[in-house]
């Protein structure tokens, strides 16, 4: 009996008309396979996962496959989207087993949940030096069978390995100039000064590394760090990676060159994504940041808004390519022949200007449309009027998958980008959007107890509760949100969930943090990652949600909890630059300060007091907060005996415990926050 029928996960659901009997991950499924005396099948996706469904339909849909894993096995599946501990804990695995890990993951286990055999993708015939899926199974129940004490004594070693890794954490010392300036050093090793980005293929958006690459420029002048954010950020935003005609970010390009994407569109790529290109606008003036962030913006809010106010997942890379086959990028990509069904007369006008070739840059003659660099200087009016009717073509092509739940980090990571690009751009509308994915944060994932659910659907809370991420990434959103809306009440809610980070995730001793709460449910090993990889990790966002409560609160315990969490940097930033960008971030925020910045006026709509309040948003000074509100407000802290200046709204600049005077002049403000 498959028993997914009954979950909440759009990617468990896509199998619960499998063959397979699927159990979803409880205590029940290994009582089961206890009771059997049989090993347990770990199978770990996601619903925009490209090979995830190509191996579902040639082996989770095949009857034979699913008889011999039905009679020999517990099948367990999960979607690792909603359960980032399991994920985590069996990739670490996976990793440490075959040198590489990846999803779908395949991973078999004792009934006491103990991993002894590992994998990822496994095709239905053996191929490319793999072997079969079949080939596997038999394999595993023949050991199971025949060598069980070998089984047991792989999986136990598997488990002491796991549990003798620790944390590399440097106490409470967090980076210092040096420390920084090697992590740049890195950087600069690792550029492609030819593509943009850093590595080689396939190439991911190193959104959270060009966040300290602005804010190292903010604070230092440092012209190359200032040139790496702003090459990268356009080589991206002119390849294939981006989707030129509605906006938004693919996960990855496949090649170094951002020409083909892997087409699924994630909402927390382009939720920092947005963020990043609305600060390198702020920073520079560049009209192309300023397009992307707002196209990026209206993308997440036209095609990942849900109906409860919140932001799906993920659209899928795969759709109908018209044919009733699945295929990846069928949404996206054209051929010269299409555009001239579409466009007529203008159809060579977008061939040159979308880098379209006979050939094609992706499969089967199709390409990829992106904005190559040309000398050629195209009619704006007619670039618009063929943009507009190749989308509205599009529209009429199958629509790829969406995922559509609501996962709490994430919608943090999209509020905070919303409310400054909103807050940056003049457009309330995307303020309001925050506001509104912030409230159902609010009223949907939050208990009583101001504890976090991870994951919901059509406004219903899912069973698995929030990991480190969910506290610090939400955080981090409203605190965005209280600078930009001026409204205590979301610096409030930030507080109630740093405390959960203080009391829950923090190790009391070294200040070190854990990814599940100290009361969740116990795995074979408590995960524990500070290294951020397509998100911040839980360990870097909670430090910088930590930092900015702090500032704006002036609160001790919290400042020392981040600048204990930031020792782990200290010792990773030099060696690993890419994968510690937040928090290479965040350590330039605690280094400027971070600058505290309070705005008394006589009330909403007061033109002067806004004026004052865009110019703090628009300061550049790393990681600065912002509170704006009326003389005497207890709103917030900063607030607190800050008067009017003769009458006239005024802006109070204070970091290092010292106050410069209050200004009433908006460009004086922004030269105070330039860094």
Known sequence: MNRLAGVTSPYLLQHADNPVDWWPWEPAAFEEARRRDVPVLLSVGYSACHWCHVMAHESFEDQATADFLNEHFVAVKVDREERPDIDAVYMEAVQAATGQGGWPMTVFLTPDAEPFYFGTYFPPAPRHGMPSFRQVLEGVRGA???????????????????????????????????ELGQALLG?????????????GAPKFPPSMTVEFLLRHHARTGSEGALQMAADTCERMARGGLYDQLGGGFARYSVDRDWVVPHFEKMLYDNALLCRVYAHLWRATGSELARRVALETADFMVRELGTGEGGFASALDADSDDGTGRHVEGAYYVWTPAQLDDVLGADADLAVRYFGV??????????????????????????????????????AERPAPGRDDKVVAAWNGLAVAALAETGAFFDRPDLVEAAVGAADLLVRVHLDDHARIARTSRDGQAGANAGVLEDYGDVAEG?????????????????????????????????????????DAEKLIRRPQDPTDNATPSGWTAAAGALLGYAAHTGSEPHRAAAERALGVVRTLGPRVPRFIGWGLAVAEALLDGPREVAIVGPGQGDGPTAALHRAALLGVAPGAVVAVGTPGSEEFPLLAGRPLVGDRPAAYVCRHFTCDAPTTDPELLKAALQG
Do not use: C, M, N
Not at 160 to 175: K, T, W, Y
Not at 361 to 385: I, N, R, Y
């Open 187 to 199: 950087l600069t090793r690792e550029y492609d000064a030819q593509r943009g980005g850093f590595g």
């Open 357 to 394: 070739t006979e050939a094609g840059t992706f499969e089967h003659g199709q390409s990829v449309l992106q904005l190559p660099q040309q000398d050629v200087v195209f009619d704006a009016e007619k670039v618009e009027s063929v943009k507009r009717r190749l989308l509205a073509k599009r």
């Open 478 to 518: 409203f605190l965005a949100l209280a600078s930009v809306t001026g409204e205590g009440v979301w610096l409030e809610f930030a507080g109630l969930l740093l405390g959960h980070v203080l009391d829950r995730f923090a190790d009391a001793e070294t200040g070190a943090l854990y990814d599940t709460a100290s």
């Open 144 to 178: 199971w069978a025949d060598r069980r004490d070998e089984v047991a004594e792989v999986a136990g070693k598997i488990v002491h390995d796991l549990a003798e890794r620790e944390i590399s954490h440097q106490g409470d010392r967090p980076p210092g100039e040096q």
